[in-house]
């Protein structure tokens, strides 16, 4: 570790003199280096140390920081650590799981969940596959290349998906309508997407310490981080790019899947699987606007999936249709350049602010990253621990007693309502009619909250104006609504995603001939923890209906969820089973149970409508389990829950 500098007599340490090595300490997470340096060391003074639960976002989430008198003292003993050479002898024997799981307690100052535990040793403990699956009974090579698996679609999840069944050995193959990886990150390139989930929490748990550019990374980077996933475990040679998956029919005397494909010249074929894995995930369906005269518009109008990158929008007037997550994320981009923009708000959405949301992430930093043991893993874990940050149920269920006493929602909820609400007030509270404009009337978190990106400070520019009243027509100039007609030279339609259009566009179809649209007919697409259907054999869904956990983390949820149908796989093939189909009275237990939960959730309250809810007005994406619950339930499948033949 420690070096001569061939220009100055000073020591350095994996590359740094001692004062940029302080430097970088300076910029640690106190807390998380006191855990990396206790994990290098075993220093009991450090596990005595006191930790405080900070609020933020008025108590929607919590954070565990380092009691401030103990700050200068861990940075002391970090830095005598590196100078020491200690590193390259002492960076401490690996924890059990009884030693771990108290040191996540150190962390965050009070026992974690069996949960917390399970999900977050991943990114602490010397395994590359922690959620992996793993044969109990290897079948023969023979056994194992005569099981055919075909994945839809080759964003996060079916990356995960197939880099699991590479492990294992059983042949699979991709399908990608696309022209390359990476599901939403590929399609989603309009000005400033980026991610709103911390990056260090946003990556499989089976790609330890990937060099992130942000706290909150870009679409740029989020595309990379997929293209190295798929150069790393070899995807390309089972991908099938710019090839579209029309039709899908359960062959009863085979129990196969028959799959009808368009290739990238027009023509057709079809392949035969096993099984099919759906991993074409939530966003998969852009939804354009049904908006009278649409299709007379003269002007250059583009969805933001289908950015057009050589039209330059500078010093033109430009209208910006819709302020979900996309709209909001892309509006101060188009402020900036835009001789005029106009935005058209139907509801206004409840933003708030994250610190460092746009940061860039320091050479100091990632020389932590790189070189200060187990730094990177307890700063991983710590932003897991932030998402997790206290009892989901408490902000996002309706709490009938704190109701009877005059409440809204439950006491969480309205604190963050209350502190929303000072957030809008800080930021245009010199105008008031544009600050009644931009508060919503139902609670928080009744439709996905959004991320502060500079929308606000953008709408304080004298070139742009927030449009409230209802759009009439588009008409061949512009856009007519009830307070008057605005001519425009590009409409940028940000009304997000059909996300009820689950497996789109494929048309499935099961047993006896039933297809999903018929299953689904009543209220909406169903599952059975979101991954299973009866009547579609060997057909498991990744981010499927009702699917969306409450904490988490995205990514490791389809890494859970990929979990669940590869052990299903596996028990197929060491146990010789042609098609597991699931029982209609597994399913039906299952959704009358959730749809009373989602009785007490709040989604859906005040009659907010948003993607959150289907067609028929039912919540179909949010699952109203506890995430621990929920985890028991999808950790091991159950094979009684299925017909097996």
């Known amino acids: 570790m420690v070096e001569r500098s061939s220009a100055r007599s000073e020591p350095l340490y994996y590359g740094r003199t001692a004062d940029e090595v302080r430097a970088a300490i300076e910029q640690?997470?106190?807390?998380?280096?006191?855990?990396?340096?206790?994990?290098?060391?075993r220093n009991p003074e450090l596990a005595r140390m006191e930790v405080k639960r900070e609020a933020f976002w008025g108590g929607a989430f919590f954070v565990s920081v380092l009691a401030d008198h103990h700050v200068a003292r861990v940075r002391e003993l970090a830095l005598d650590y590196v100078l020491s050479s200690a590193p390259d002898a002492a960076t401490g024997p690996p924890p059990g799981d009884a030693e771990l799981r108290g040191m996540?307690?150190?962390?965050?100052?009070?026992?974690?969940?069996?949960?917390?535990?399970?999900?977050?040793?991943?990114?602490?403990?010397?395994?590359?596959?922690?959620?992996?699956?793993?044969?109990?009974?290897?079948?023969?090579?023979?056994?194992?290349?005569?099981?055919?698996?075909?994945?839809?679609?080759?964003?996060?999840?079916?990356?995960?998906?197939?880099?699991?069944?590479?492990?294992?050995?059983?042949?699979?193959?991709?399908?990608?309508?696309?022209?390359?990886?990476?599901?939403?990150?590929?399609?989603?390139?309009?000005?400033?997407?980026?991610?709103?989930?911390?990056?260090?929490?946003?990556?499989?748990?089976?790609?330890?310490?990937?060099?992130?550019?942000?706290?909150?990374?870009?679409?740029?980077?989020?595309?990379?981080?997929?293209?190295?996933?798929?150069?790393?475990?070899?995807?390309?040679?089972?991908?099938?790019?710019?090839?579209?998956?029309?039709?899908?029919?359960?062959?009863?005397?085979?129990?196969?899947?028959?799959?009808?494909?368009?290739?990238?010249?027009?023509?057709?074929?079809?392949?035969?699987?096993?099984?099919?894995?759906?991993?074409?995930?939530?966003?998969?369906?852009?939804?354009?606007?049904?908006?009278?005269?649409?299709?007379?518009?003269?002007?250059?109008?583009?969805?933001?999936?289908?950015?057009?990158?050589?039209?330059?929008?500078?010093d033109k007037n430009v209208a910006l249709i819709g302020v979900g997550?996309?709209?909001?994320?892309?509006?101060?981009?188009?402020?900036?350049?835009?001789?005029?923009?106009?935005?058209?708000?139907?509801?206004?959405?409840?933003?708030?602010?994250?610190?460092?949301?746009?940061?860039?992430?320091?050479?100091?930093?990632?020389?932590?990253?790189?070189?200060?043991?187990?730094?990177?893993?307890?700063?991983?874990?710590?932003?897991?621990?932030?998402?997790?940050?206290?009892?989901?149920?408490?902000?996002?269920?309706?709490?009938?007693?704190?109701?009877?006493?005059?409440?809204?929602?439950?006491?969480?909820?309205?604190?963050?309502?209350?502190?929303?609400?000072?957030?809008?007030?800080?930021?245009?509270?010199?105008?008031?009619?544009?600050?009644?404009?931009?508060?919503?009337?139902?609670?928080?978190?009744?439709?996905?909250?959004?991320?502060?990106?500079?929308?606000?400070?953008?709408?304080?520019?004298?070139?742009?104006?927030?449009?409230t009243a209802p759009i009439e027509r588009i008409t061949p100039s512009g856009i007519r609504s009830e307070d008057g007609e605005r001519e425009f030279d590009l409409i940028v339609l940000g009304a997000g995603f059909k996300t009820e259009r689950y497996l789109w566009p494929v048309a499935y179809t099961g047993r006896g001939g039933i297809t999903l649209e018929q299953a689904w007919e009543r209220d909406g697409a169903r599952a059975y923890l979101g991954i299973t259907v009866p009547d579609f054999p060997n057909l498991f869904i990744i981010y499927g209906p009702n699917g969306q956990a409450r904490s988490g983390g995205l990514i490791k949820w389809l890494e859970i969820w990929s979990r669940y149908a590869l052990k299903m796989i596996v028990a197929m093939v060491e146990q010789g089973i042609k098609s597991v189909d699931l029982r209609r009275d597994v399913f039906s237990d299952y959704n009358d149970r959730m749809d009373s939960a989602l009785g007490e959730c709040v989604w859906g309250l005040d009659g907010s409508n948003s993607y959150y809810l289907n067609a028929h007005g039912r919540s179909g994406v949010n699952m109203p389990w506890k995430p621990a619950d929920y985890y028991r339930w999808v950790h091991t499948p159950n094979l009684a829950d299925y017909k097996i033949e």
């Open 28 to 41: 640690a997470v106190p807390n998380v280096l006191r855990l990396a340096l206790y994990q290098a060391t």
């Open 104 to 314: 996540m307690d150190m962390l965050i100052g009070e026992p974690v969940s069996d949960f917390n535990f399970a999900i977050g040793r991943g990114d602490l403990v010397d395994d590359p596959f922690p959620l992996g699956v793993e044969w109990s009974a290897e079948p023969s090579q023979e056994v194992k290349q005569a099981f055919k698996v075909v994945i839809v679609g080759a964003g996060m999840a079916g990356m995960s998906t197939a880099i699991q069944l590479g492990r294992l050995g059983i042949p699979y193959t991709i399908i990608e309508r696309n022209g390359g990886v990476g599901g939403t990150w590929w399609v989603n390139d309009y000005p400033e997407a980026r991610v709103d989930i911390a990056s260090h929490h946003y990556q499989y748990s089976f790609m330890k310490n990937y060099p992130w550019q942000h706290y909150y990374a870009t679409q740029p980077e989020l595309l990379q981080y997929a293209e190295t996933v798929a150069e790393r475990f070899d995807l390309h040679r089972n991908l099938r790019l710019n090839t579209l998956v029309t039709a899908a029919d359960w062959e009863e005397a085979t129990s196969t899947w028959r799959i009808g494909l368009r290739l990238p010249d027009g023509s057709t074929e079809t392949i035969v699987a096993n099984a099919l894995i759906s991993a074409s995930g939530l966003f998969n369906a852009p939804n354009l606007p049904d908006i009278p005269g649409i299709e007379e518009y003269q002007g250059r109008m583009f969805h933001t999936t289908a950015w057009d990158h050589d039209y330059d929008y500078s």
């Open 325 to 467: 997550s996309t709209g909001a994320q892309l509006m101060p981009a188009l402020a900036e350049k835009a001789k005029h923009l106009s935005v058209y708000q139907r509801s206004p959405q409840w933003v708030s602010a994250i610190e460092g949301y746009r940061d860039p992430i320091s050479p100091d930093t990632q020389w932590l990253f790189d070189h200060f043991p187990n730094y990177w893993g307890w700063y991983s874990y710590f932003t897991f621990a932030i998402n997790m940050g206290g009892d989901p149920e408490g902000l996002q269920n309706v709490d009938r007693a704190w109701q009877a006493q005059g409440g809204q929602v439950s006491w969480r909820n309205d604190n963050l309502r209350v502190h929303n609400v000072g957030y809008i007030q800080s930021k245009v509270g010199h105008r008031p009619d544009l600050a009644a404009k931009l508060t919503p009337s139902f609670p928080p978190f009744a439709k996905r909250p959004v991320v502060d990106n500079g929308w606000f400070d953008a709408l304080n520019r004298a070139n742009v104006d927030l449009v």
